[in-house]
């Protein structure tokens, strides 16, 4: 079986950030406008995450969790929560809208068909003074792609729409970090754009100043900007999984605001949207 046409269309593979989803109307704005490049002949790949719905979602079930280092202890009933809200809720959500306006959009998180395997994250965390291993429970990262399934639905027309966790080799299953996961499948799949949707205008000089929106940089100029800390938080597995699509094949990367729809129709024409990564 062929998989892989050299002379097919050009992919596309949105990363689309829980903060941009913030409402419905903004969601079909943007499934809207994604499918508007669909139109245009792309193929187009979808990873999402849910990190705010997730958050109501353990609150609702009064789940309370340990944050090490910033991350997520995710026990197997957090896990379970987690997986609902991300293939119940989220994905079959988007998967819905893009149905209606005219797409035939398929819902997937890595397990399926084995397109992400997972490995359980090893921490360490500082206890009085020494680094010593602590358990994160079901957080993952991503240890090999597969994108055969990914390669077979866009040759049938089909938008995957995928959720951020995936299993290990022996079943287990894992949270992703929603950029990372976007990240290594856009490089497997040679993505030729890969645009991570989040709520800013793309990366700042300085992050409450959209004024200093920086529109070009290159891969090795970003860790200057990680050590002094111009980028922080959600923005640092953003840069990271850019550094990994493009390193693994992606051949563009690029950060657009979600929650200006109207940027994700200019990506494909000439304009200087969002922050553009260049190798
Ligand atoms: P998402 O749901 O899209 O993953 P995150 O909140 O995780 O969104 O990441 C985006 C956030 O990163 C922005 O809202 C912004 O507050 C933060 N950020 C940190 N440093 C920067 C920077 N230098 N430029 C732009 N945004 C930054
Ligand atoms: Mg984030």
């Known amino acids: 079986m062929e998989l892989e046409d050299p002379e097919s269309k050009p992919v596309l593979l949105f990363k689309y950030g829980g903060n941009a989803m913030s409402d419905d109307r903004l969601k079909k704005d943007v499934l809207k406008n994604i499918g508007k490049l669909k139109a245009q002949d792309c193929d187009i790949v979808i990873v999402h995450g849910g990190g705010p719905f997730i958050k109501q979602a353990l609150n609702e079930a009064r789940i309370e969790s340990e944050f090490i280092d910033g991350q997520r202890k995710t026990t197997p009933e957090a896990f379970e929560y987690v997986e609902m809200t991300l293939k119940g809720k989220v994905n079959s959500h988007l998967v819905g809208l893009l149905n209606g306006l005219g ?21 360490e965390t ?99 900007l990680v050590d002094d800390g111009t980028i922080q938080g959600g923005m640092i597995p953003k840069i990271e999984s850019c550094e990994i699509a493009l390193n693994k094949g992606a051949k563009k990367a690029r950060i657009v605001n979600g929650t200006k729809p109207g940027q994700i129709q200019k990506i494909a024409g000439v304009f200087n949207i969002g922050t553009n990564i260049k190798k």
């Open 103 to 123: 797409h035939k959009a398929v819902g997937l998180s890595g397990q399926d068909g084995k397109t992400i395997i997972a490995s359980k994250r090893r921490h």
């Open 126 to 224: 500082l206890v009085d003074g020494k680094m010593t291993p602590v358990d994160l429970g079901q957080v993952g990262d991503v240890a090999y792609v597969n994108p055969e399934l990914i390669y077979l639905l866009l040759k049938n027309d089909f938008i995957p729409v995928i959720s951020c966790t995936a299993a290990d080799e022996f079943g287990v299953g894992y949270n992703i970090n929603g950029d990372m996961f976007a990240g290594h499948l856009a490089g497997a799949i040679g993505a030729d754009e890969y645009v991570v949707l989040t709520d800013v205008d793309g990366l700042m000089k300085d992050k409450n100043d959209p004024a200093t929106l920086i529109s070009e940089i290159q891969l090795a100029d970003l860790k200057m």
